[in-house]
């Protein structure tokens, strides 16, 4: 008899810092548990495999004490099998899902035996704002965004139910679907390209947030079509194993929230632990080869701290300079912005340099990078700012110097105003 497929669904790791575990590793333990055809995916913690054990109690008895002493926490997580989640999905109420830029939908999986009808019992929902249902054994439960901090529904993570619970989004939730229907790496693989996430990304458009964020195109062919940052970065993290091929289409794009969405991936990757020295590589070379596609400064801001930064840190760092040099603003600006996360580790002197080297720039916008860079690393080292200020107070441009001021007593920027006013 072939064995069964299942999806584990992990409950409380890679959440705010706390049971951090890598995908790599979790995969392995599954295999060394005699499991196979094991896929993981995105970080919240689910994972396909197949075994040979129709018991779905003694199955996650197994998995749940072998997670436990592998990584050394409590390990708790919901197992379904391929008829359960398609039931889940094709189960859901009427509309479920289908107004992702009004509503934030989520899939609540039950662990055995709390049943629906038991755990609605322990479900607050606020008039207006909240919506509960109960499935065949799961709930749904959808919040207005534009109201999510009034919502009562996250009042049930207080509760002792909730450790018998755990939730995924809706769209995670019909891509794990996608996932065992098609059942392979491959498949995987599939869902995090271009056409995918730009058709996602579409979706949560709105007319309103494109005039509100109409501020950020480059210039008269940039698109804004409306998605709200907060709804790029929650989609950018479904596909943040995305290829590097598949994001330099995505920085050709016109559409600047797309542009986003790439830089941020390259964001999530190079902050994560599991990248490899060479993929940082490769996301540094892919950010200088396209810089001409990061060519706004939000584009920078998102990305250069630790695309370019980090992996600079332990490297020379001439081609900063070189950037600090450029006839593009954003390229500039990427010079002074990398060196934030030099500051972070102590090292103050490249930020000083870089400053120095653009302190008269023309652009407001490297004005106001060189004074972020110069607050942050005076409070490193606040004598070292002292003297760059005694020393270029009077000449600087204003916007640049109440940036470095900001966290000087009043004395002191009342001081150094004056050399400006003088100066």
């Known amino acids: ?130 919506s509960a249902y109960a499935g065949k054994s799961v709930l749904y439960f959808s919040r207005l965004i534009s109201k999510a901090s009034q919502s009562y529904l996250t009042k049930i993570i207080k509760l002792p139910v909730y450790q018998n619970m755990t939730i995924r989004n809706w769209n995670t939730t019909s891509k794990l679907l996608a996932l065992m229907e098609k059942g392979n790496d491959h498949e995987y693989e599939k869902l995090l390209n271009t056409k995918q996430f730009i058709e996602r990304l579409k979706a949560l458009s709105s007319s309103k947030a494109a005039n509100s964020h109409s501020h950020l195109a480059s210039d008269k062919d940039d698109a804004i079509i409306g998605v709200r940052m907060g709804q790029v970065f929650a989609l950018t993290k479904e596909f943040m194993d995305m290829q590097l091929p598949e994001v330099e289409k995505l920085l050709e794009s016109n559409i600047h929230e797309v542009r986003v969405g790439a830089v941020s991936i390259m964001d999530f990757q190079a902050r994560s632990k599991k990248t490899s020295n060479e993929r940082r590589k490769e996301l540094f070379d892919l950010y200088i080869k396209r810089h001409d596609r990061i060519n706004t400064w939000d584009l920078v801001d998102r990305s250069a701290i630790y695309v370019v930064g980090s992996y600079l840190f332990d490297k020379p760092r001439k081609v900063l300079y070189k950037l600090a040099r450029s006839k593009s603003m954003p390229e500039r600006r990427t010079a002074i912005v990398a060196t934030l996360y030099f500051i972070g580790k102590g ?8 400053a120095e080297m653009m302190l008269h720039d023309k652009e407001d916008l490297i004005h106001k990078a060189n004074g972020w860079a110069l607050r942050f690393a005076g409070d490193k080292n606040r004598q070292q700012l002292i003297n760059f200020l005694d020393k270029h107070a009077g000449s600087m441009p204003r916007v640049t110097l109440r940036y470095a001021l900001e966290h000087f007593d009043k004395k002191q920027r009342d001081h150094y105003l004056s050399m400006k006013k003088f100066g």
Do not use: H, W
Not at 29 to 38: A, S
């Open 1 to 130: 008899m072939a064995d069964t497929q299942y999806l584990a669904l992990l409950r409380g790791i890679n959440v705010g810092g706390n049971n951090i575990i890598k995908m790599a590793d979790l995969k392995a333990c599954f295999e060394d548990m005699g499991f196979t055809e094991v896929v993981t995916f995105i970080q919240s913690g689910n994972i396909l495999f197949r075994s040979a054990e129709k018991d779905k109690t003694k199955l996650t008895r197994k998995i749940e004490q072998g997670l436990s002493k592998r990584f050394s926490y409590k390990s708790r997580l919901v197992v379904v099998t391929y008829k359960e989640l398609k039931q889940a999905v094709e189960g859901a109420p009427k509309g479920f899902g289908k107004e992702s830029d009004k509503y934030r939908y989520d899939v609540i999986f039950l662990k055995a035996p709390l049943s629906p009808p038991e755990a609605m019992k322990n479900v607050s929902i606020k008039e207006g704002v909240d």
């Open 347 to 354: 090292d103050v002197d490249d930020a000083f340099k870089l």
